[in-house]
């Protein structure tokens, strides 16, 4: 009986896409979800640049499959339809035209989704299930599925890195995949420049999508080392066309969900969750700037409201955080809550029943490890989430990205020691904001 038998047959969408058999060497299956794309041929360029070890007679080779999902509802609208079929066309005759001597490529199109279940989520579901399927057959739970985006490009080391920072190996030098992480987000960074200055990635946009871009990823990175002086454990970038699971793990964890966005958000935190998810800082993944209203939030429909007007993108009030700070280092030293917990924070506990819910956790912990697992699955990065909202409504409204950045950089680094002072910079605050995310 195969690691995902039981899965699939519960959870599995589709029978088997693909015929004939996986290489007895695949390590690494990469899912890209296409939807009304037409630049989908620069990602596979990418990804066909990609070494798979030192060569497929070399022990340390391996091989790659690359499954490619066009998908949209059927009642979609006309063009998108048909610029899917181009797509798939001109998928075909890439594929045709680049064999690879240790990756494989498969595309297919499916106008068959109902319009409450059509998304990128529905998409990944199919593709990583797909993925399973075939690990499954070779009986290979470490077996990795990488998550990406069809406008992204990766670096020509991705596939390497990713496989060398999954394996683990014994004294004798031996592989042992299980003992290697469950998942890892990737190293991703926008292009904030175009031409010579943009490390490997020869698009050209405007300005303005550069301006949107810088605020965004700022944003996004501003965010993460928010929620990490917090003290929360498993806080890690939640991106789509930038993260990896083992096979075994997605199955454990009921797989990719169906929602229309934000589905990367959701899967990620259930696998980080479980302790053993890891940053993989080797590779580097390039989303691409561009404004789109594929999804209904994220990347795209930012840049696209950005690019529309001279505003400068606002982000969470840096305050509320603290707030959860002191919250956590009383709870995770004491195991009690302070009784000075000030507002809104304190409104906020008695919505979510926090006294209860607290004394649940006591009573179920053998150990203060039991107690701190059990804690923070509790007080997760949804309900952080839930609360910085909460506080938002409540006398702490969002502020400009870059004074928010500058603000917890002095809070990351009071004395100004090894970060330099750039004021409201925003290039600048993204670059130190980058190195903070690797170090």
Known sequence: MGFADAYLLKAGLRKALIDPAPHTDL???????????????????????????????????????????INAPSEAPGTILEQNRITLEETRRWIEA?????????????????KKEAGVGMARKILMDEAVRRFNMLERPGGIIASMDADAIVQSNYLEALVQHFQRSDSAGRIIASSGPDGCAVRFEHPLVGGPGNSFSDEEFSPEIYRAITQYELHLRYYLQSVRITGYPYAYHMVGSAFAVRSDIYCMEGGMNRRTGGEDFYFIQKV????????????????????????????????????????????????????????????????????????PLKSFLVEQ????????????????????KRFWRWFNM?????????????????VPVGEAASELLRMIDPENLGIPAVGYDLKKLLLIFRMLDVR
């Open 353 to 372: 029943q926090f006294d209860a819910a607290l004394e649940e956790i006591r009573s179920n912990s053998a150990s203060s490890e039991a107690f701190r």
């Open 98 to 114: 680049h064999p690879h001597p240790s990756i494989d490529f498969h595309v297919w199109l499916d106008h068959s989704f109902i």
């Open 382 to 398: 949804f309900r952080i989430l839930k609360f910085i909202h909460f506080a938002r409504e409540r006398g702490y409204p969002d």
């Open 272 to 343: 980080a969750q479980r302790g053993h998810f890891s940053q993989c800082n080797s590779t580097c993944v390039v989303p691409s700037p561009r404004p789109s209203d594929r999804v209904p939030f994220g990347t795209g429909p930012v840049v696209s409201k950005l690019m529309k007007s001279e505003d400068v993108l606002k982000t969470y009030n840096s305050r509320p955080f603290v707030m959860l700070k002191r919250l956590f280092e009383g709870i995770i030293n004491t195991g009690n809550l302070n009784e000075k917990t000030p507002e």
């Open 27 to 69: 390590k690494i299956t990469v899912t890209i979800p296409v939807y009304n794309e037409s630049g989908l041929e620069r990602c596979l360029d990418s990804l066909f640049q990609c070494s798979c070890g030192t060569g497929t007679d070399d022990p340390a080779g391996f091989h790659a499959e690359v499954l490619i999902m």
